[in-house]
């Protein structure tokens, strides 16, 4: 045991010099560690070991933390060469530890000038030490752009993809209508992601630049959230759940607010499903009739919503916001900006969202930082947190209540 | 009058083509001290987004119809995107306009220094009263919003 923590001293000491190096100004980051990550996606597979997907020098790269986010693994490398990996907070490379014991990494290049994407998929069935090549993830006879996909493993063991795509803009464009967006587009895979059934469009008229909210059901149903282009263009949020064929059995509007816009939010919504089927969505809007982030959920799985709950500091861009559910227990989080500093800002309930916490700080850093993301091992919840100064870090968050 | 149009064209002229200038920390305050006294149009665009794509080329357009108007374009995208970037700003006809670039990862702070409520949504154009008085617009900009606010402007 000793030589082990030894070698886990030596190994950290590096990382630690290099932390120390991101305090000095403006040395940007060039390699492929961790530490330089741009965008860090965590997931637990079912042995409790903790699994990073992450972007660096334009590769998408894997490693793992055996001891809760203390040390990690010298990372692999998913992709065979650099690339325009969509990083932007909104998009980022994401893992699936599968129940087969295999992992699926999936990611978005950005193929050219106009932004068009493609969604490339790589597997490994060793245990993260190598990695297939990438393939599409989703064959199309003409394909277009897809992206920002939403990428899960359902109690059930099928995987689903959700994504924004294109795939109508040439028609509608041909046809006059300028201000077509983008459609949300469904596939999955009964056979642990080696391949994925035709996709189909769920949706249409959907916002082109925000992430999916993804959750199930105690069915093992996908439920989304998502920004949808209502009316002439009122970009406001949807819920609905997907049908086994991958159909969406409604739409239904979370929130009236109403807010028209000729332009890229970049900002999506959350979406969790508890124990006792409440849906629970957070989402931001930015004018309209409300400004700010909001909450609310439905008790009848998504056909009304109750009336949203204002979160955060208004004066301090509340934003970006992500939910999880363990049974009664919730944890919302999200990010707030002072202007110097960012801060993750959580509430918690241990009763399905009928009381809530006061609002509390769970960290906060003083440079450029990735989105918050929130993961859990079924037991615990964490807080997984990519920042410039700091690195990757992984900070328990206690939900109170029982188990 | 005329005097203050002839300066206003003077800065309004870029040195070089393509060229990429900073935006860093303090550079909105010094866009609009820079420009005190003439109305300033601050547009934010990043590669990313489809409506700032459409409505570049207009500005160039917008420009020439104006030439005492202050005009600075200035993408948000990271970095290592500036060849990118250099490359649209040619393609879409603006090189020649005066073009800066977000110079700093911390983009959130650059945003809260123009208004500490703009999350990052684009397009985005500032419009700088020669009295200091800003407006932030989301989204594309309607030409006849920006002729009647010059209008109000020189008659100001």
Request: charged residues 20%; contains cysteine.
């Amino acid at each position: 045991m000793k030589p082990l923590i030894l070698a886990l001293l030596l190994l950290a000491g590096p990382a630690l010099a290099q932390q120390h190096q991101h305090a000095a100004p403006a040395v940007e980051c060039a390699s492929l560690a961790l530490s330089c990550a741009t965008a860090t996606t965590p997931a637990f597979d079912r042995a409790g070991r903790l699994w990073l997907a992450y972007s660096a020098g334009g590769r998408v790269m894997v490693t793992r933390s055996d001891d809760l986010g203390r040390t990690t693994i010298p990372p692999v490398a998913v992709s065979p060469e650099a690339a325009a990996v969509d990083d932007n907070g909104e998009a980022r490379p994401k893992i699936v530890p599968t129940r087969a014991g295999h992992l699926l990494v999936a990611w978005t290049i950005r193929r050219d000038r106009a932004y068009n994407g493609t969604q490339l998929l790589a597997h490994s069935l060793d245990d993260g030490r190598s990695f297939s090549a990438p393939r599409r993830m989703v064959l199309e006879e003409t394909p277009t752009s897809q992206r920002f996909e939403s990428f899960a493993e359902a109690p059930d063991g099928r995987i689903w993809a959700v994504w924004l795509d294109k795939r109508r803009a040439p028609t509608e464009r041909a046809a006059g209508n300028r201000g077509y967006t983008a459609g949300l587009a469904v596939a999955f895979s009964d056979n642990g992601g080696m391949t994925f059934q035709q996709s189909r469009l769920a949706n249409d008229n959907t916002c082109e630049c925000c992430r999916i909210g993804l959750a199930f059901d105690q069915r093992a149903n996908p439920v989304l959230a998502w920004r949808q282009v209502f009316g002439r263009n009122f970009r406001d949020h949807a819920a609905g759940r997907l049908r086994r064929d991958g159909t969406l059995e409604a739409v239904h509007r979370i929130a009236q607010d109403n807010w028209a816009i000729d332009a890229c939010p970049h900002h999506g919504p959350a979406m969790a499903v508890d124990a006792s089927g409440r849906w629970h969505s957070a989402w931001y809007s930015g004018g309209g009739d409300h400004q700010g982030l909001f909450y609310a959920a439905s008790a009848d799985e998504g056909r009304h919503f109750g009336t949203p709950r204002r979160l955060g500091n208004p004066a301090r861009q509340p934003g970006h916001p992500q939910l999880l559910a363990m049974g009664e227990r919730l944890l919302l989080i999200w990010q707030e900006f002072d202007g110097e500093r960012m801060r993750v800002m959580a509430e918690t309930s241990t009763d399905g969202g009928a009381h809530w916490s006061a609002a509390r700080e769970l960290a906060a850093t003083a440079d450029a930082a990735d989105q918050p993301q929130l993961v859990s091992n079924g037991r615990d919840a964490f807080l997984s947190w990519q920042t410039r100064l700091e690195g990757w870090r992984l900070l328990p968050v206690p939900l109170g209540g029982g188990a | 009058m005329i005097r203050a149009v002839l300066l206003a064209l003077l800065l309004a002229l870029p040195a070089q083509a393509a060229e990429l200038a900073p935006f860093g920390r303090g550079s909105f305050a010094a866009l609009k001290a820079e420009a005190a006294g003439a109305p300033l149009v601050v547009h934010f665009w990043a590669l990313s987004c489809a409506p700032c794509l459409a409505e570049l080329p207009g500005w160039a357009r917008l420009a020439r119809a104006h030439p005492g108007m202050r005009l600075v374009l200035v993408n948000t995208d990271p970095p290592e995107a500036e060849p990118q970037v250099k490359r649209m700003l040619d393609r879409m006809g603006v090189a020649r306009l005066r073009n800066l670039a977000f110079a700093d990862r911390f983009a959130v702070r650059l945003r809260f220094e123009v208004d500490p409520a703009w999350q990052g949504e684009l397009p985005r154009t500032d419009l700088v009263g020669a009295d200091g008085a800003t407006r932030g617009v989301l989204g594309m900009l309607h030409r006849p919003e920006l002729e009647r606010w010059l209008k109000a402007q020189s008659g100001s």
